[in-house]
């Protein structure tokens, strides 16, 4: 079955893990490479609020530009020739295309790396957002890789409670909850996942 295109204007949690539960990351040195290529095809067409990036699975929670609002000149494309439409779920595709590609070159392994045909949700309440954000920042504490959420490198959080420079929607995210102080407070309490269970991926 053929997953729902992403609607530009819409904000869509965006997840998937390994094939058949197999890691994605192998090295340091793979996350880094995994974020500069999000940065190629991805930011021209979403603005991103929150990420995570686990061993064998991720999390991204965007929002699909209107089409108006793309930049065509800083597109990235799979191929040399210009795809007809800009598509959202294509540039997503390429991302994932592309690291797996680099990968396989890499490791001199073969075959598809990432599970076929990336998980999205359409996010459509404030609460949810909400919730979204904060076990997006806490899966690494779920999984137990780390006791405390600002231990773990591979996410947004430390991004958003810095100073530093970002294209993350920080500002935004802070606003969420008001400033950022509730922003730390809301990540340092247990929170319920009713909401958000069918997304759990373990």
Not at 66 to 80: A, C, G
Not at 154 to 168: A, P
């Amino acid at each position: 079955m053929n997953p729902i295109p992403l609607e530009n204007g819409k904000y869509y949690h965006i997840y998937n893990r390994g094939n058949n539960g197999i890691d994605l990351f192998y090295e340091t040195e793979n996350y880094y490479h995994f974020l500069r290529l999000y940065e190629k095809y991805i930011d021209p067409v979403a603005e991103t609020f929150a990420w995570c990036l686990m061993k064998n699975h991720f999390h991204i929670l965007v929002y699909i530009k209107e089409t108006s609002e793309i930049d065509v000149t800083k597109l990235e494309y799979s191929s040399t020739e210009k795809p007809k439409m800009l598509s959202a779920s294509k540039q997503f595709s390429n991302l994932f295309n592309a690291y797996t590609l680099a990968m396989n070159k890499r490791y001199r392994r073969t075959g598809s790396l990432f599970e076929k045909n990336f998980k999205r949700k359409a996010v459509a309440s404030e609460k949810y957002f909400q919730k979204l954000i904060f076990y997006i920042h806490n899966n690494p504490v779920h999984h137990k890789f780390t006791e405390h959420i600002v231990e773990y490198p591979w996410t947004s959080y430390g991004t958003i409670i810095s100073s530093k420079q970002t294209k993350l929607q920080r500002n935004r995210v802070i606003e969420t909850f008001n400033d950022l102080e509730n922003f730390k407070y809301y990540h340092s309490i247990n929170q319920d996942f009713d909401e958000i269970e069918d997304l759990i991926i373990e």
